[in-house]
């Protein structure tokens, strides 16, 4: 069974910085995608970054500012997130899927999530 479970989210100055983390438990087997989408109220969610062993891809508007990373030997998923903005407020879920080919930065493709975490920048 897949369990995903984030922390780290938190108030923070814009300016600011936050990790999150995502405990991963189940994800035996084949290759996987994973990724971090965020969901601010009244809005769609959406990609923020993903990662697989070919390497990492970002939206534009977190581009030079996050960073996803995985330890494999301790099944940890992280999101450094470094110039906080207003506009990044929103609740944070990791995601994962079964790699089958594909870019892996739609909802859709992604079967397991966790149940998110609040990341609020005030201005």
């Known amino acids: 069974q897949v369990q995903l479970v984030e922390s780290g989210g938190g108030l923070v100055q814009a300016g600011g910085s936050l990790r999150l983390s995502c405990a991963t438990s189940?994800?035996?087997?084949?290759?996987?995608?994973m990724g971090w989408f965020r969901q601010a109220p009244g809005k769609e969610r959406e990609f923020v970054a993903r990662i697989r062993w070919s390497g990492s891809n970002y939206a534009d508007s977190v581009k030079g500012r996050f960073t996803i990373s995985r330890d494999n030997a301790n099944n940890m998923l992280y999101l450094q997130m470094i110039s906080l903005k207003p506009e990044d407020t929103a609740v944070y879920y990791c995601a994962a899927a079964r790699y089958t080919g594909g870019y892996y930065t739609n909802p859709d493709e992604y079967s397991y999530w966790g149940q998110g975490t609040q990341v609020t920048v005030s201005s």
């Open positions: 189940g994800l035996t087997g084949s290759s996987w995608a």
